[in-house]
């Protein structure tokens, strides 16, 4: 009884997101018809970093589907932060732009820290400034990080209620680490929370106990079957290139939770690709246009 296998749903981002950007799409058209006003996101990216292309263009491309302006803006990596700074401050006072996104992470001679706080809280709609940050922590009005709280959607998609779980994030990165289980442990979601990452010794000791996990540790394999409780829901949050010659690109994508492992032993997991990424693109566009509301109705 102990070793049965249980049938393990895949969490399907990509439909959650279609069905939110569907409705993405309709606050669009009603905010051009009302006020006469299109969202608009400015997308930039420094450098030509093969994944962070790639990143930009699903974002450009769903903005612009969403009936959004996308004004894209792609420099060279030699850029310097000075250069950077003042395409931000142009950016921040242009009525046109509801959002301003710069792909991170930004070449080694950037100083993230100078670039992220030159972009007006009003405007950052990844959610990264130290205001939103803060806001977000103190549980104020803000723009919430848009892979945590697609997470956040995500885990509520697979059916399963969050307060009162245990839920185990690894991974302690600014971008989903930190804030996913700021926003998990909130009143709203009301969980448990424990935040493991590479000074844990013994990661297995937590997830078993988990009822939820979020792997955001950047290595494929992170998270095996034999780490999970039974029926637990896991949201990987990992994406990996792995060389592998019988694929059009060479490389195939990996998440940081083995799947094949988790089969059978999770109640739900996500796939990669087709979960957590799609969901981040949307969560971006929800915050672009609720920018846009707000610029809109002030
Ligand atoms: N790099 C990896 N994830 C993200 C993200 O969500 N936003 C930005 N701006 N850069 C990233």
């Not at 130290?130 to 919430?144: A, F, H, Q, S, T």
């Not at 957590?276 to 566009?285: A, F, N, Q, S």
Request: charged content about 20%.
């Amino acid at each position: 009884m102990q070793n049965q296998t249980i049938n393990t749903k895949i969490i399907d981002g990509k439909q959650l997101a279609d069905n939110l950007r569907a409705e993405i799409a309709e606050g669009v058209c009603r905010i051009k018809n009302e006020k006469g006003l299109t969202p608009g996101l400015a997308v930039i990216l420094v450098g030509d970093n093969p994944a962070s292309v790639s990143y930009v263009t699903a974002k450009e491309r769903a903005c612009r589907e969403a009936g959004m302006f996308s004004r894209e803006i792609r420099l060279a990596a030699e850029t310097t932060e000075s250069e950077v700074v003042r395409l931000i401050n142009e950016l921040n006072g242009d009525s046109a732009i509801h959002g301003i996104l710069v792909q991170l992470p930004l070449p080694k001679h950037i100083s993230e820290k100078s670039v992220i706080n030159a972009i007006a809280p009003e405007k950052d709609v990844d959610g990264f400034t130290p205001v939103n940050v803060g806001r977000m922590m103190i549980g104020e009005d803000c723009y919430l990080p848009c892979t945590p709280h697609g997470i956040i959607k995500l885990i509520e998609f697979s059916g399963m209620d969050i307060r009162g779980k245990h839920a185990v994030v690894i991974g302690r990165s600014n971008i989903v680490g930190k804030p996913v289980a700021a926003l998990l442990s909130r009143r709203e979601t009301n969980a448990t929370v424990t935040l493991c990452h590479t000074g844990t010794p013994d990661v297995a000791r937590f997830t078993r106990e988990a009822d939820i996990v979020v792997v955001a540790a950047g290595h494929p394999g992170t998270l095996t079957g034999d780490m999970l409780k039974k029926g637990a829901v896991v949201i990987d949050v990992g994406v990996n290139r792995i060389p592998d010659a019988t694929r059009p690109k060479g490389f195939r994508l990996v998440g940081d939770a083995d799947f094949e492992s988790c089969q059978g032993v999770a109640g739900a997991i996500t796939p990669v690709p087709g979960g957590v990424g799609p969901m981040t693109i949307t969560m971006l566009l929800w915050n672009t246009l609720e920018s846009a509301r707000r610029a809109a109705n002030a």
